[in-house]
């Protein structure tokens, strides 16, 4: 089983910036999930193997999910966060889904068959 290793978050205030990064990348369909105190494991983004990117609504304009294939890593530049951006962030790869555009909510979390272990993104006001 492949253990996905994330890095980069932190604690920043409301218009601030993170970048946060997972390795190793190189999957078909690679993607970056949320989850905040009592709430449900949500899509965030997702990319291809082509680096065609998804976004959901809500990080539209604010996050940029990317790959480096030289350095085997994923990224998620987060920019403008809020503090309802607050969550444990989790990198989340299938070599198998052929379409990588993300499904809002929960319902994708099932299609994913490696996970890391997460990383906390607090945002104060």
């Known amino acids: 089983q492949v253990q996905l290793v994330e890095s980069g978050g932190g604690s920043v205030q409301a218009g601030g910036s993170l970048r946060l990064s997972c390795a190793p990348s190189?999957?078909?369909?690679m993607a970056w999930f949320r989850q905040a105190p009592g709430q449900e494991r949500e899509a965030v983004a997702g990319?291809?193997?082509?680096?065609?990117?998804s976004y959901v609504d809500s990080v539209k304009g604010r996050f940029t999910i990317s790959q480096d294939n030289a350095q085997k890593t994923l990224y998620l530049q987060m920019n403008s966060l809020k503090p309802e951006d607050t969550a444990m962030y989790y990198c989340?790869?299938?070599?198998?889904?052929?379409?990588?555009?993300?499904?809002?909510?929960?319902?994708?979390?099932?299609?994913?068959?490696?996970w890391g272990q997460g990383t906390q993104v607090t945002v104060s006001s």
């Open positions: 990319i291809d193997s082509d680096g065609n990117p």
């Open positions: 190189g999957y078909t369909c």
């Open positions: 989340a790869a299938d070599e198998l889904q052929l379409d990588c555009s993300v499904v809002p909510g929960n319902a994708w979390v099932g299609f994913f068959s490696h």
